[in-house]
């Protein structure tokens, strides 16, 4: 290598590594997980809970759209049909799903999903500051973090609050810190863009109506930015050695690539060049 070229590698800013709350969660369930989906993006079937999902944010969302005296029941019921009308034409996911799902029964449940946040939020007595935003921050020069938020409510007196959907159920007794790692890796984006840390961060669990909330302080998102900072340095060690470990767990009873997982006797593909 010329003298010229060894200088501008020397100069050059080092490779910038992106997290996300999921590309997190996914290496600190599992190594080889993070590996298959963030390195190869080997392809997963569709799933009818995100589907679903998704369209019951997509309502939420819309539903925050009409001014505060139609937020209603009937309101968000009357977006859920257009706007699974547009997923099917939209998403090559759901595409793929439509031959074996059963429509009206996925209707029926959105829309149950549906009904029950209004037994836990009153949406006309609020109004979101921001619906679906994309956040994010530099931690250093080599790790940028990132997410999208459901929804973010600032008061009047500037406390903030972050809003997040579940449509599944809420976690156990003793799995609900797991759980928030979502929600503080938001608060810590929003500590460091706006200088001011959240008062509330919410969780509705649209599965079994149930609302989870912790009131973060900056001593819980120095320690949010440790294991970020952690898990990102674990992930750059993974990459440096090609040594990417499984994490055997109920998870994997979930997991789209057990053919090709050690833990079931696969063998992973090689890594791409």
């Not at 921001?130 to 940028?144: G, N, Q, R």
């Amino acid at each position: 290598m010329s003298e010229d070229k060894e200088a501008a590698k020397a100069n050059s800013p080092a490779p910038v590594v992106t997290l996300s709350p999921s590309r997190a969660n996914d290496y600190l369930n599992c190594p080889l997980l993070y590996r298959f989906r963030s390195i190869d993006k080997l392809p997963e079937p569709p799933s009818i809970d995100a589907i679903r999902g998704t369209l019951v944010h997509a309502v939420l969302e819309k539903l925050f759209t009409f001014p505060r005296s139609e937020r209603v029941i009937a309101t968000a019921e009357s977006q859920l049909i257009p706007l699974w009308n547009e997923m099917k034409n939209s998403r090559d996911d759901v595409k793929e799903l439509m031959p074996t799902l059963n429509e009206d029964e996925f209707i029926l449940s959105a829309e149950k999903l549906t009904r029950r946040y209004f037994e836990l939020e009153d949406p006309q007595k609020f109004e979101p500051t921001e619906l679906e935003t994309h956040v994010e921050v530099a931690l250093s020069e080599e790790l940028l973090i990132h997410g999208y938020i459901d929804r973010l409510d600032i008061a009047p007196t500037g406390e903030i609050r972050i809003v997040d959907y579940k449509t599944g159920k809420a976690p156990g007794i003793g799995f609900e810190e797991k759980s928030f790692f979502q929600m503080k890796f938001y608060a810590l984006i929003l500590w460091k863009t706006l200088g001011k840390v959240p008062k509330r961060l919410q969780m509705i669990f649209l599965g079994d109506g149930k609302i989870l909330t912790q009131d973060p302080t900056p001593e819980d998102l120095e320690k949010t930015q440790m294991k970020i900072e952690k898990i990102a340095a674990d992930i750059e060690d993974s990459k440096a050695t090609s040594h990417w470990p499984t994490r055997k767990s109920r998870l994997c009873d979930w997991c789209a690539h057990q053919k090709i997982c050690p833990e079931f006797g696969g063998t992973p593909p090689a890594l791409p060049q």
